[in-house]
């Protein structure tokens, strides 16, 4: 470990960090070019073979960025889209990048340092940079923007200039350093450790931005919210979402394992995927019996249907969202983890005026606003294992494999779990619990 992380570890005043040296290159989770055709023809695309950890070169930083010492960061299902190269590879991002010219030119590498979330501390900024200082802990949001262009001065994730970090984007989180953007920073709420802080930005905004925002559903006292996958790493933090918003949280699980972890996150109602016959592929005439199974479990339980589908999952459930959601209803998404086609049955759709919202992670002002609950103890993290950075691939391979619950965090430069918690008395206060059992106890 180099003298500049060494003194960020052990929280030196800004002084000394300014005196140590900024190293020449840094150990990083990142993927190669060179490995883009590896996986075709190939049935499973084995994420631990693409991912590597070794040292890269450390870019030199634009004025109005921030170089962030990384504690601990989490994995993503882009984590997993990296590194399979699909649906597309990265690298055709970053080579977009790199014609546009100037700093922007520094993505365009044969190595892309993958990896969308973070928490740690700011150890140089860049000149044009007034907000953060040197030793500042902050956590990181997935989103780069161009405050150049005008929309993003209204909402900055229907601007064209707006890029997830660490997909979209070269010098991700999954490393000992970070580049990014001074605009992405949010303080680290003092009372959560670096693996808890760094593994909740991306999904638990993409779950504020769907269902609280009023760019998503804008859920209400009392709505019903069908939530898919509700102790997946968006799922889990959308049923503590609509349970502090007062609404009726239904979760769809996909194993028997799953069902008490979703009642302890806050589930008034848990189903699994076999009580509705939801075991692979469907066919339209199969999906409309699925819905009218569902939806009489959750008359009987809820006493009405759902105002609102929280629908991530895509094409396996996509259809039954259409259906099952009340007239007047909305279907909320922002991924496709089955797949990208949706098949679904309009005539529900359109002659019950219900609503399809498309949503892409979140702002910053959304951001700030979910990462305002966990510092109240609104919001909790949702780790289900935490893994060292040497071991990032087996990570990636949980998640890709759906093999977990929550998220699965990675410690960066940190060497343990437990650290950097700086209002000790506030996480007392809040009562801190694991919402999630851990995978590997």
Known sequence: MDPLLEAALSEAPPEKLEREAVPDDYMAAHINESDVGMFHGVEDKDVRKSIHVGMVPMPELAPDEVLIAVMASSINYNTVWSATFEPLPTFNFLKRQGKLGGFTARHDQPYQVIGSDAAGVVVRSGTGVTRWRTGDHVVVSCIQTDDHEPAT????????????????????????????????????????????????????????????????????????????????????????????????????????????????????????????????????????????????????????????????????????????????????????????????????????????????????QEQSECNRLFGLGLLSPALSDVYPLAEVGEAARLVQQNRHMGKVGVLCAAPGEGMGVTDPGLREELGVTQLIPRQSS
């Open 153 to 364: 001065h209204a909402d900055s994730i229907v601007s064209e200039g707006q890029r997830a970090w660490g997909y979209e984007t070269n010098f991700g989180g999954l490393a000992h350093y970070a580049v990014a953007k001074a605009s992405q920073l949010l303080a680290k709420p003092a009372h959560l450790t670096w693996e808890e802080a760094g593994s909740n930005m991306l999904t638990a905004t993409t779950s504020y931005r769907m269902l609280i925002s009023d760019k998503g559903a804008r859920i209400k006292l009392g709505d019903i919210v069908l939530i898919w996958g509700a102790t997946g790493g968006l799922g889990a933090f959308a049923v503590q979402l609509v349970r502090s918003a007062g609404g009726i949280p239904v979760g769809v699980v996909s194993s028997p394992s799953k069902e008490g972890v979703a009642r302890a996150l806050g589930c008034d109602v848990v189903i699994n995927r076999e009580e509705i016959g939801l075991t692979g592929s469907t066919t339209p005439e199969e999906t409309l019996a699925q819905g009218k199974r569902l939806g009489k479990i959750i008359r009987r339980e809820t006493g009405g249907d759902p105002h609102v589908a929280f629908d991530y999952v895509g094409q396996a459930t996509f259809g039954i969202s259409a259906f099952v959601v009340r007239r007047g209803g909305a279907i909320v998404t922002c991924g496709s983890s089955t797949g990208f086609q949706h098949l679904y049955d309009n005539r529900y759709l359109w002659m019950n005026s219900k609503r399809i919202i498309g949503c892409h992670a979140a702002n910053l």
